[in-house]
């Protein structure tokens, strides 16, 4: 083989190889599907149930419980006034929804979704988040600056950490470190789920009002939604900003893909952006995705790497009432 058609060959199979990892971390995501559930009342944030097959929504006054191979509601967990976000574990069979309407914490069976019990937490909570290394969960709560600890087993309220400012969203290493977005602030912190007690605050470079929060355990990378249109890659360490990649307007949750190295972002402008994790500090945008106006959070399941987010018609200000019938479920999953 000459030296000219060598080259020719092997720049087709690098061009090849290219080609197949760029299938494989998902550049060909779209919507795969569009499930109708209507109903009244706003939405936040999603929770996915993967071993369950199920999909938990906090919608209003209640939370729905999707089948995520159906797509039809299975269930549903009622008296939630002002929900927020939904907690999962299943080491104790248990589940746990953030009422910020009454300043509660619901407490069901995972199985029946039966109320067990009601916990009163801080004032507002909004996000919810069990750390499995503490065996907490925690409530973050908008109004009070605070998060408040509950002990997964016995449902009771064990403490709180002062944040400094209002909360979004958390994640957790499960190795004795959380962190939280602190919106008002622009701020990100770290904190010791056994001890309540900070540890770290950073000012979050070039970044506005960040909500959604997401972490890569393996590199330590911390993936920040910011409100003007940025993701801060975080080093969960030290607190510095390793990259800003854009992505859409309104953007309320982000989600790390462990198997597949990508960084998702939803927004309420209709887009989901993919981001791959090319190294610990290059991060690559491959695609944005277009859901539709107003899905601007988001939830994946890890073991079949389909990404939920939900949507309505809704009206103008200042009651923003959802159009009737108009509520969906869109999956975003890459074609096979």
């Not at 801080?122 to 998060?147: C, E, L, Q």
């Not at 590199?219 to 360490?237: E, P, Q, S, T, Y």
Request: aromatic share 6%; proline share 4%; glycine share 10%.
């Amino acid at each position: 083989m000459s030296m000219k058609m060598r080259a020719v060959r092997i720049g087709f199979v690098l061009l090849s190889t290219i080609a197949v990892a760029a299938v494989a971390v998902g550049e060909d995501y779209k919507v795969a599907k569009t499930w109708k559930l209507g109903g009244d009342g706003g939405w936040d944030y999603l929770t996915v149930d993967s071993d369950g097959h199920r999909l938990f929504i906090a919608r209003a006054t209640r939370v729905m419980v999707i089948d995520t191979d159906s797509g039809k509601q299975v269930g549903e967990i009622p008296d939630t006034p002002r929900v927020h976000g939904v907690a999962l574990v299943p080491d104790l069979g248990r589940g746990f929804a953030s009422n910020g309407g009454e300043d509660t914490v619901s407490v069901f069976d995972l199985k029946t979704l039966a109320l067990q019990k009601k916990i009163k937490v801080g004032n507002g909570p909004d996000a919810i988040v069990y750390d499995p290394f503490s065996k907490r969960v925690f409530t973050f709560n908008g109004k009070g600056h605070d998060t408040t600890a509950v002990d997964a087993s016995k449902a009771e309220v064990v403490g709180k950490v002062d944040l400094g400012g209002k909360p979004e969203f958390a994640a957790t290493d499960a190795k004795g470190t959380m962190w939280v977005n602190i919106e008002d602030t622009s701020e990100l912190v770290a904190f010791d789920p056994v001890k309540l007690a900070v540890k770290s605050r950073w000012k979050l470079a070039d970044c506005e009002e960040p909500t959604g929060l997401s972490l890569d355990r393996k590199n330590r990378r911390l993936f920040a939604g910011c409100g003007n249109k940025k993701m801060a890659i975080v080093d969960a360490d030290s607190g510095k900003v390793v990259a800003s990649p854009a992505i859409g307007d309104g953007c309320d949750a982000t989600a790390f893909d462990v198997d597949l190295g990508l960084a998702l972002a939803s927004a309420g402008d209709g887009t989901i952006t993919v981001i791959h994790e090319d190294s610990a500090d290059k991060f690559s945008v491959i695609q944005t995705v277009n859901t539709q106006k107003g899905a601007r959070t988001m939830a994946l399941d890890p073991k079949t790497h389909q990404i939920f987010t939900v949507t309505a018609n809704v009206g103008p200000r200042p009651e923003r009432k959802v159009e009737p019938d108009s509520f969906v479920v869109l999956v975003v999953e890459a074609a096979r």
